[in-house]
Nanobody
Framework: QVQLIESGGGLAQIGDSLRLSCAAS????????MAWFRQAPGKEREFVAA????????YYSSTVKGRFSISGDKSKSTIYLQMNGLNADDTAVYYC??????????????????WGQGTQVTVSS
């Protein structure tokens, strides 16, 4: 059983940077990829970024590409999301996910079977 523990959320101002971390207790042996999704108030949960353990391939949504960077440390069973150039639209609860998605489903909620509790990111002016 994989448990995901997120950290690093908080309050930021427009243009600031934050780094989120997600540690997988129980290791990553049963997973192929880990990812970040986010859900803003009144909106559906949406894909942000994903990291594949095999080869370190990364995937980004078009709204964060170029501003956010995802990375992983297999020795720590942890992924990170470096968020730069934050804007108000980045305000959301950020969820870490882990699973064995095929490439075609790596950006979808259904591709992941394990989810963290979420960490709030609030960007204000």
């Amino acid at each position: 059983q994989v448990q995901l523990i997120e950290s690093g959320g908080g309050l930021a101002q427009i243009g600031d940077s934050l780094r989120l971390s997600c540690a997988a207790s129980g290791g990553t042996a049963g997973t192929r990829a880990m990812a970040w999704f986010r859900q803003a108030p009144g909106k559906e949960r949406e894909f942000v970024a994903a990291y594949r353990w095999d080869g370190g391939y990364t995937y980004y949504s078009s709204t964060v590409k170029g501003r956010f960077s995802i990375s992983g440390d297999k020795s720590k069973s942890t992924i990170y999301l470096q968020m730069n150039g934050l804007n108000a639209d980045d305000t959301a609860v950020y969820y870490c996910a882990a699973g064995r998605p095929i490439v075609a489903s790596i950006t979808t909620i259904g591709g992941y079977g394990y989810w963290g509790q979420g960490t709030q990111v609030t960007v204000s002016s």
